[in-house]
């Protein structure tokens, strides 16, 4: 069955940099729109960047907008998100998640249209 798998997580400096890495299997990775979300503790899972098929259709939230690249291999079926200029608020559980989705439509980044998740990678910003 699907299964997505997280990596790249660790602990870094406010400013430093770190890439997440998602690995798709057990699915039509064409098909879907990929997103990354997070969790702080005490905090409801949040969007953080989204992207159709096709890799021209990507959203970002507000928060990491300038500091996050997503981007993705459909042939690999793995989708990276490459994180710059890290502060602590970044902090927290890291997912990928999978939902099937035209690749001409701007993809949505928000938790209950997404279908398929991993486990998640921990993410801490601190000095």
């Known amino acids: 069955q699907a299964q997505l798998v997280e990596s790249g997580g660790g602990l870094v400096q406010p400013g430093g940099s770190l890439r997440l890495s998602c690995a798709a299997s057990g699915l039509t990775f064409e098909y879907y729109a990929i997103g990354w979300f997070r969790q702080a503790p005490g905090k409801e899972r949040e969007g953080v960047s989204c992207?159709?098929?096709?890799?021209?259709?990507?959203n970002y939230a507000d928060s990491v907008k300038g500091r996050f690249i997503i981007s993705r291999d459909n042939g690999k079926k793995k989708v990276w998100l490459q994180m710059n200029n890290l502060k602590p608020e970044d902090t927290g559980v890291y997912y990928c998640?999978?939902?099937?989705?035209?690749?001409?439509?701007?993809?949505?980044?928000?938790?209950?249209?997404?279908?398929?998740w991993g486990q998640g990678t921990q993410v801490t910003v601190s000095s």
């Open positions: 992207i159709s098929s096709s890799e021209g259709n990507i």
């Open positions: 998640a999978a939902t099937v989705w035209s690749p001409r439509v701007q993809p949505v980044c928000l938790v209950m249209e997404y279908d398929y």
